[in-house]
């Protein structure tokens, strides 16, 4: 959970055969859970970064 934090954080998209198949799996269900395509997570806005760590914690 705390390395797809930092990814997400760094709003920068994962190399996806880099990450664990739970990583993955949480990363996608986050990502799903905000609306953010996670294809592009560049495209995230810093406030939507943000929801995202603080929500991710009640997931």
């Not at 739970?22 to 996670?38: A, H, N, R, T, W």
Request: net charge neutral; proline share 2%.
């Amino acid at each position: 959970m705390i390395t797809v934090m930092c990814i997400i954080h760094s709003r920068k998209t994962p190399t996806v055969w880099e990450m664990s198949r739970q990583e993955v799996l949480f990363y996608c269900k986050v990502c799903s859970c905000f609306g953010i395509d996670y294809h592009r997570l560049e495209a995230a806005s810093k406030d939507d970064v943000c929801l995202m760590n603080v929500g991710s914690y009640n997931l």
